[in-house]
């Protein structure tokens, strides 16, 4: 699984098995080609679980922001 996140963290649109059938193989290339997402249910699955297991982001990661977005609101 580490390998599905780190790709889809770079940019990937989808994932398939390397033992998959070379119709299958085509048809994710085409529905990726196309724009789309292509993700077995069971990666999906697994990232769900570690989104959802995952610490939440810093409310603010530098005090300016929280600042610029006052002023933003203003």
């Known amino acids: 699984m580490f390998g599905t996140s780190g790709a889809l963290r770079a940019g990937g ?5 390397r033992y998959v059938a070379p119709a299958h193989l085509l048809r994710a290339v085409t529905v990726v080609a196309c724009g789309e997402a292509l993700l077995p249910p069971v990666v999906i699955h697994t ?3 570690e ?7 810093p409310a603010s990661p530098d005090p300016a922001v929280d600042r610029d977005l006052q ?3 203003e």
């Open 13 to 17: 649109s989808g994932s398939c098995s």
């Open 47 to 49: 990232l769900i679980s």
């Open 51 to 57: 989104f959802v297991t995952a610490p939440a982001p």
């Open 71 to 73: 002023s933003i609101r």
